[in-house]
């Protein structure tokens, strides 16, 4: 089955404002179901690309780096068999994994592969293991520690990561706290102590041993930021933020049930040494395309606030989860695709029934030139609306292949999608390939 990415990402717009109640709490996640993976077919795509599945079973699959040869490390969020990394390889290439090779023994998040190194994240810690000509770890068992003593609590502990072209290190410290309230209130902490610890911290991609207190705190007003990515074309950091909880538990006058399921948008931001984002003083509407005043801090629903804060790029519908950010540098996608960006969606906007999929944002000139687009549907593997079972995958990581190809990673059930393009590609003359 095909269908038409701009005709869903419009039912989605349109849905998201809809008064319909949601149905399940919007930050709860689905356990694990031991039911057979849902074949990559049921996919839904657009003409011309197809998905395979590599591998299953992996486990807590978060977020998953590729090197140059084609194997794909994998970053879990809990151990399997004592360790929270594994290499994958085909060895036959047949399409299939067929060799996995673990080491680290820590959970977490974050992987990248930058300057002959291989970057992971705990959820407190950040190592560096060197990598061979073959792009392979020379001593699993001894990784050099970049950076500890992160703040970890007990919710939204992810420390996702990325690397520029400087030797510059970027890790995520989120919230735990939504809306930074007074506890068992409605009250909004003012100032909000959290600004000082959460948002994008900076570090040393090359020097070990460093402490939390050696970073440099580059953008604040951030709850939680799961994907982030380099762009090679700005040369600058993009980072796609989980919005905030509940509206209507102390705030009835102002939401109901209906719209604090539908609100705030989840959002999409260039950031900047110094940027501040606004958390949790405002919010962004999808609905009035505003940022307006959170209640804890005054607003009403309708106050507009946040002056001298950054707007975002692109809004998505609420409680969608952007667990992964990659700006596509292939060519073998159609040319649009060519330095846009995707996202991995890890969770599901109830009023709109829609999530668990993978989207995409047109980009020229280092903006976005059009409205997000559902580029890779059904994960869920069940209708949303009318559910008649247990959702089968959660998107979380993102990786680009050596052939230009897209892996999907799923960290419900540990199964590993490949998308690929079969129809023809648009020729770029050389001037236009040059970087």
């Given at each position: 089955m095909r269908t038409t990415f701009l005709g869903l990402s419009c039912l989605v717009a349109s849905l998201v404002s809809i008064n319909s109640p949601a149905k399940n709490n919007p930050g709860k996640h689905p356990a694990p179901t031991r039911k057979s993976a849902a074949p990559a077919a049921d996919l839904k795509l657009p003409s011309g690309f197809s998905a395979s599945i590599v591998a299953q079973d992996l486990g807590a699959t978060r977020h998953i780096a590729v090197t140059k040869t084609g194997d794909i490390y994998v970053k879990l969020g809990k151990l399997k068999d004592g360790k929270g990394i594994y290499r994958l390889r085909d060895t036959?290439?047949?399409?299939?994994?067929?060799e996995q090779v673990g080491f680290g023994d820590y959970p977490g998040t974050g992987i990248v592969i930058k300057n002959g190194y291989l970057y992971a994240s705990s959820n407190s810690s950040i190592?560096?293991?060197?990598?061979?000509?073959?792009?392979?770890v020379i001593n699993p068992d001894q990784p050099e520690k970049l950076v500890s003593g992160l703040r970890e609590k007990d919710r939204d502990k992810s420390k996702s990561i990325a690397v520029d072209n400087q030797n510059n290190l970027y890790v995520n410290v989120a919230s735990d706290n939504d809306a930074c309230r007074e506890a068992g209130t409605g009250k909004g902490l003012m100032p909000c102590p959290l600004r000082d610890s959460a948002g994008i911290w900076r570090f040393k991609a090359n020097v070990t041993d460093q402490a939390s207190s050696d970073g440099v705190h580059f953008a604040v007003g951030l709850k939680n930021v799961v994907g982030l990515d380099w762009n090679p074309k700005t040369n600058s950091l993009f980072v796609v933020q989980h919005g905030r909880g509940k509206f209507d538990d102390f705030y009835p006058q102002y939401y109901t049930p209906q719209q604090?399921?539908?609100?705030?948008?989840?959002t999409l931001y260039e950031l900047h040494q110094g940027d501040d984002a606004g958390w949790p003083y405002i919010y962004y509407d999808p609905v009035q395309k505003k940022k307006i005043l959170a209640p804890e801090y005054g607003g009403d629903g309708k106050k507009t606030g946040g002056e001298k804060?950054?707007?975002?790029?692109?809004?998505?519908?609420?409680?969608?989860?952007?667990?992964?950010?990659?700006?596509?540098?292939?060519?073998?996608?159609?040319?649009?695709?060519?330095?846009?960006?995707?996202?991995?969606?890890h969770g599901?906007?109830?009023?709109?029934?829609?999530?668990?999929?993978?989207?995409?944002?047109?980009?020229?000139?280092?903006?976005?030139?059009?409205?997000?687009?559902?580029?890779?549907?059904?994960?869920?593997?069940?209708?949303?609306?009318?559910?008649?079972?247990?959702?089968?995958?959660?998107?979380?990581?993102?990786?680009?292949?050596?052939?230009?190809?897209?892996?999907?990673?799923?960290?419900?059930?540990?199964?590993?999608?490949?998308?690929?393009?079969?129809?023809?590609?648009?020729?770029?003359?050389?001037?236009?390939?040059?970087?």
């Open positions: 036959n290439k047949d399409g299939v994994i067929d190592f560096r293991y060197k990598l061979n000509e073959n792009q392979e604090s399921a539908a609100l705030p948008a989840e804060t950054i707007n975002p790029l692109a809004a998505f519908p609420a409680h969608m989860g952007p667990n992964a950010l990659l700006f596509y540098t292939g060519t073998a996608f159609p040319e649009r695709y060519r330095n846009g960006a995707f996202i991995a969606f599901q906007n109830q009023p709109a029934n829609k999530g668990y999929l993978v989207g995409f944002v047109p980009f020229k000139n280092g903006k976005p030139s059009g409205p997000w687009e559902v580029f890779a549907d059904n994960f869920a593997g069940i209708d949303l609306a009318k559910p008649t079972g247990p959702v089968q995958h959660r998107p979380c990581g993102l990786a680009q292949g050596p052939d230009g190809s897209l892996y999907v990673t799923d960290d419900l059930n540990g199964t590993l999608f490949r998308i690929s393009y079969q129809g023809a590609v648009q020729k770029t003359t050389a001037s236009a390939n040059k970087k």
